[in-house]
């Protein structure tokens, strides 16, 4: 039996739900909003984890080729005092395969591949029950039905309504985004302090972390409690770094260099969803990722939004004959571990941007003796 699937939304989780039912013969509709794979910068470097973000990759056939492209000694992890002094310095053995970096557009490719994305597509709702299954209402006014509509389209998602009233709210924290090009050839001394993976930096409330990507590239974020509106009377590039190094004063020089070289700044506020976030199940529809459990981006949103797209599309090939069965299972199953993981993270950033920086030391302690 070939059902009539569409996913809305072309990042992780969308791709490898298409890129495993595809492996498995099966036809699914990939609708992305962008107009094209490179029409807006694909984000900073993802660590996939061995037994979640690896294990959706195998499952696509595609670990093998992952494991060329990835970056192991990403793995490496320093951690400063704001003097600048070195309190921990963590290196992987050469064998360490537990969680390399991938750029995401190098990923985005990688699970591209054969698939035939609609690109441009903006999907503004999703309407379940009608006579012919869900129906999918398009921006340019079109519409579509579909046997099964997956929302793998992120914290924003449009398919979120037809399952669930709840929208993310914000955490109190947020990050500000800038980067730095050629770091090795335009200040070889920044790139050593970052070393082969990340540096980060601790205070009161207030962090920074700096995390080499590929080719030089490096992604700087200044993470924050402040009100959502923090920076609402700064315009332009100069005022908002003039704004953090204020907020950053008294840290060590070659720290706040990491603000002082970094170019266009990106304001990040994180937002979540309820840990234990779920829905009463609905015929035709259902969520992956950021759509459904919103979490503190501390590496494993995407790494089980992966996963469950690959676990969904294997159990809708081994078993199509009763495809809501099948999606209803695997929603109780996708909560059950996704609301562990909403905890984790919830309290993990509690920790990270702390009164007491020692609490950020001492997880990154816990997470390395694990």
């Known amino acids: 039996m070939r059902h009539r699937i569409a996913v809305v939304g072309a990042g992780p989780a969308g791709l490898t739900f298409a890129r495993v039912l595809h492996r498995h013969g099966y036809p699914v509709t ?11 910068p694909p984000g900073g470097t993802l660590d996939l984890h061995e037994g979640l973000g690896q294990l959706a990759l195998d499952k696509a056939g595609l670990l093998a080729r992952f494991q060329v492209l990835s970056r192991p000694e990403g793995q490496a992890m320093r951690i400063l005092d704001t003097a600048g002094t ?9 064998d360490e395969r537990a969680n390399p970096e991938i750029d995401r557009g190098q990923l985005r490719d990688l699970l591209l591949g054969p698939l035939d994305v609609q690109w441009g597509r903006g999907v503004t709702r999703v309407a379940p029950g009608t006579r012919d299954g869900a ?4 921006a340019d006014g079109r519409q579509e039905t579909f046997d099964l509509v997956v929302g793998a389209d992120g914290a924003w998602s449009r398919i979120r309504p037809a399952l669930s009233p709840v929208t993310p709210y914000y955490t109190g924290v947020t990050s500000v985004e800038t980067s730095i090009d050629d770091i090795d050839t335009r200040r070889p001394d920044l790139g050593r302090l970052i070393g082969d993976g990340s540096v980060a930096v601790y205070g009161v409330n207030r962090s920074l972390v700096a995390q080499r990507n590929s080719g030089g590239h490096v992604k700087v974020y200044a993470k924050f409690r ?3 509106d923090w920076h609402a009377d700064l315009t332009g590039a100069e005022a908002i770094r003039s704004s953090l190094l204020t907020m950053f004063e008294g840290w060590a020089d070659p720290v706040l260099d990491l603000l002082r070289q970094g170019s266009a700044f990106v304001h990040r506020p ?15 529809v259902t969520l992956l990722g950021d759509a459904a459990h919103l979490m503190p981006p ?3 949103g995407a790494n089980l939004a992966m996963l469950e797209g690959a676990e969904l599309a294997e159990s809708i090939a081994g078993d199509p004959a009763d495809l809501d069965e099948t999606v209803r299972v695997f929603e109780e199953q996708m909560w059950a571990r996704a609301s562990k993981w909403a905890k984790i993270t919830a309290d993990g950033l509690e920790r990270l941007v702390s009164p007491d920086p020692a609490e950020a030391i001492a997880l990154f302690d816990q997470v390395q003796a694990a």
């Open 135 to 138: 129906l999918v209402q398009f």
């Open 298 to 300: 501390l590496g494993v």
């Open 226 to 228: 402040a009100p959502l």
């Open 30 to 40: 990939v609708l992305e909003r962008d107009p094209a794979p490179d029409a807006r």
């Open 86 to 94: 070195v309190l921990r310095d963590w290196q992987p053995r050469p």
């Open 270 to 284: 994180f937002y979540v969803l309820p840990v234990s976030h779920t829905w009463t199940h609905v015929r035709g």
